[in-house]
């Protein structure tokens, strides 16, 4: 059985920081593409970033660039996304999935529960 189990979210204020980890088990965690997505109320679950199996390349949302990074430990089967400079905007629930890779979520297979970050202004 699959399971995608994200951690690290809380109340932040603006222009701090938190690192988001997702626990991979159940999958072989280097045939798949990682990617992390969030969903705010009332909008669609958006790209946010991905990263290959091999770790070698990285994809991140515009709106992001340059604040979060995302990262993998093979050996930990863990995935992770450090978030600076945080804002307002960026208040969602953070989704960790598993897939053949791209922006979209329906080209993602497996999916954690979600884990909800909040930045105050």
């Known amino acids: 059985q699959v399971r995608l189990v994200e951690s690290g979210g809380g109340l932040v204020q603006a222009g701090g920081s938190l690192r988001l980890s997702c626990a991979a088990s159940?999958?072989?965690?280097?045939?798949?593409?990682m990617g992390w997505f969030r969903q705010a109320p009332g909008k669609e679950r958006e790209f946010v970033a991905a990263i290959t199996w091999s770790g070698s390349s990285t994809y991140y949302a515009d709106s992001v660039k340059g604040r979060f990074t995302i990262s993998r430990d093979t050996a930990m089967n863990t995935l992770y996304l450090r978030m600076n400079s945080l804002k307002p905007e960026d208040t969602a629930v953070y989704y960790c999935?598993?897939?053949?890779?791209?922006?979209?979520?329906?080209?993602?297979?497996?999916w954690g529960q979600g884990t909800q970050v909040t930045v105050s202004s």
């Open positions: 159940g999958l072989s965690f280097m045939s798949y593409t």
């Open positions: 999935a598993a897939g053949a890779g791209g922006h979209s979520y329906y080209q993602y297979d497996y």
